[in-house]
């Protein structure tokens, strides 16, 4: 499951400590999540910016709202694939 937003909240600094940034200057940033049972891959801008384990997805989620969406989604995709098996 992917999932995209746009945030036009996201400082470059934030990607990129080394480099200071004058204040209140922001940059638009498309944000992806692609979420697989290897874990959750983030990309900003077609960059991949993180990889989660399972196990860091709810604090991950936390931060990223669309990260939660797509989360969400897979779980129920993984919850329906179950169901099917007998």
Do not use: K
């Not at 480099?19 to 697989?36: D, G, I, K, N, Y």
């Not at 384990?53 to 993984?78: F, K, M, N, S, T």
């Amino acid at each position: 499951m992917i999932r995209t937003a746009v945030s036009a909240n996201t400082p470059p600094e934030v990607f990129d400590p080394a480099t200071p940034v004058p204040v209140s200057q922001f940059a638009l940033a498309r944000h992806t999540f692609e979420v697989t049972a290897d874990g959750l891959f983030h990309s900003s801008d077609g960059l991949l910016r993180a990889v989660v384990p399972p196990e860091g997805w709810d604090d991950y989620a936390a931060v990223y709202p669309a990260a939660e969406e797509a989360i969400a989604a897979h779980r129920l995709q993984v919850a329906a694939a179950a169901g099917g098996q007998s």
